[in-house]
């Protein structure tokens, strides 16, 4: 993981995976469990999607979607059977018309927003937006660091969805995050 973030941070996004206890407060009270469609975007070394596959209902429709090629291939060797994308998240809707997805009822992420320009940001949680039903969730973390990206970032949610709400902050995570939790 070390390696692929020197290499290219915004296509990685961490230097460690999440904690367990950040993955259980991400996919929590949010309606996983009678989740029909689930998408994790930024799925990195599996933390959340672990914790996903464990809570969701075997019928479920699930994918993730992982830019980074070599992080895919790590996942989908751990992850017998997952359905993996390799591309951006701003594509969201021809990547759930190849599954004939009509919607997402919940979106876990691990983007590394506060690595992303504006631009990036805007469209991406556009495409997110738009793929989430009425009463969805999007859910997704923050480090405690406040940059610039990350302010905007918080700004921009709380633009964008009506119902957001934030977890305590996660001490125990490297660095220590918060989760929000974002309902359409």
């Known amino acids: 993981m070390l390696l692929h973030y020197i290499k290219n941070p915004k296509r ?7 904690s367990k206890q950040l993955s259980h407060i991400i996919t929590e009270n949010i309606g996983i469990e009678n989740a029909s469609n689930i998408i994790e975007i930024g799925p990195g070394l599996g933390a959340f999607t672990r914790c996903i596959i464990n809570k969701k209902k075997k019928d479920s429709n699930f994918f ?4 980074n090629e070599n992080i895919a291939k790590n996942l989908c060797k751990k992850f017998k059977n997952l359905d993996v994308e ?3 998240a701003e594509f969201l809707e021809s ?3 190849r599954r004939n997805m009509k919607y997402a009822d919940v979106i876990v992420s691990g983007i590394p927003w506060a690595l992303l320009s504006k631009v990036e940001q805007d469209r991406i949680l556009h495409s997110i937006y738009k793929a989430l039903k009425p009463g969805g969730y999007f859910v997704t973390f923050a480090y405690v660091i406040p940059t610039l990206y990350a302010m905007y970032f918080k700004k921009k949610v ?3 969805f009506n119902n957001v709400k934030t977890s305590s902050i996660v001490w125990n995570n490297i660095p220590p995050a918060f989760v929000y939790f974002c309902k359409k």
């Open 95 to 97: 990547m759930m018309k």
């Open 86 to 88: 390799v591309g951006s």
């Open 158 to 160: 709380f633009c964008t």
């Open 12 to 18: 990685t996004g961490a230097l460690c995976s999440s």
């Open 64 to 67: 993730a979607v992982e830019i």
